[in-house]
């Protein structure tokens, strides 16, 4: 009975200590993320190119990450086919490609994040030349992506691809635009998962607003919160995961500038 009494306070403090050190996690200003992304089986799919080896069309995309060597998601990006970008949630997920079944592969397996759409051409049947119409799983790669995987005159070839974790160096990036009265916010270098679902801004001088979801990865607030500094807590598309982010811009923040968070997704 003693060892059992024992043992049970034990368990005790040890559910205790956790509460404690949960806490004071939140004290501190973030949440430790619990969930690590694991990768997703391989599945078969299709991947063809654009642009050329300099690659300047990747600069943009449907994300909104813009130039995407300013932003340091380089060359190993690709435009997702509809159904894989499912309406800009996506942008910022990580995908592992290697080419399969065709004499034109090579044996390379390539790490490349959504920075785009590629968007569905009616006027070409979906097995000629309307590779991304739905229901097909493409990607359509940045030209120095691609001719990793396969010789590029092939033009198309069929593809293994599956998710894997984002590893991203530092935290969070946080993208300003809009102006005194909108706050656009283009989240960039997400680790994990890679994708945002939903977001919240609070100023020093509010409580948490929720943000809408405007196209890509942006996400804006219709409110006044110009000199005060901006924290921002974000949920994982994908792990539902929430992290919070605190005084990531200060009090004299301006749009056209990117604020990096010290906090970030696994
Ligand atoms: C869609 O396909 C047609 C027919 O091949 C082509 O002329 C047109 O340029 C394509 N549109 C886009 C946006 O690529």
């Not at 009975?1 to 205790?16: G, K, Q, Y």
């Not at 005060?228 to 005084?247: M, P």
């Amino acid at each position: 009975m003693a060892s059992f009494h024992h043992r049970w306070s034990l368990t005790f403090f040890f559910i205790v200590a956790t509460l404690a050190l949960i806490a004071q996690a939140h004290a501190a200003g973030y949440s430790t993320p619990s969930v690590t992304f694991k990768a997703t089986p391989w599945q078969l799919a299709h991947a063809t190119f654009y642009g050329d080896e300099t690659a300047s069309e990747t600069m943009g995309g449907a994300c909104g990450y813009g130039n995407l060597f300013n932003s340091g998601y380089g060359t190993d990006t690709a435009a997702l086919s509809s159904v894989l970008y499912s309406n800009g949630y996506s942008c910022g997920q990580c995908y592992q490609i290697k080419c399969t079944q065709s004499k034109d592969c090579y044996p390379t397996i390539v790490t490349v994040t959504a920075t785009n759409l590629c968007p569905p051409n009616w006027s070409q049947d979906s097995d000629h030349g309307g590779w991304c119409n739905p229901p097909r799983t493409h990607f359509d790669m940045a030209k120095p992506a691609f001719m990793k995987i396969a010789q590029w005159k092939a033009g198309i070839v069929p593809v293994s691809y599956r998710r894997v974790p984002c590893i991203r160096k530092g935290g969070i990036k946080f993208s300003f635009q809009g102006n005194g009265y909108w706050l656009l916010v283009y989240v960039m270098n997400v680790g994990g998962g890679g994708d945002v679902a939903s977001m919240w801004v609070k100023g020093t001088k509010t409580n948490w607003l929720s943000m809408s979801h405007n196209w890509g990865a942006s996400y804006q607030a219709f409110a006044t919160l110009s000199g005060q500094a901006l924290s921002f807590k974000l949920t994982s598309y994908t792990s539902h995961e929430t992290i919070i982010a605190i005084n990531v811009a200060p009090s004299n923040w301006q749009v056209g500038m990117t604020y990096q968070a010290n906090v970030n997704f696994h």
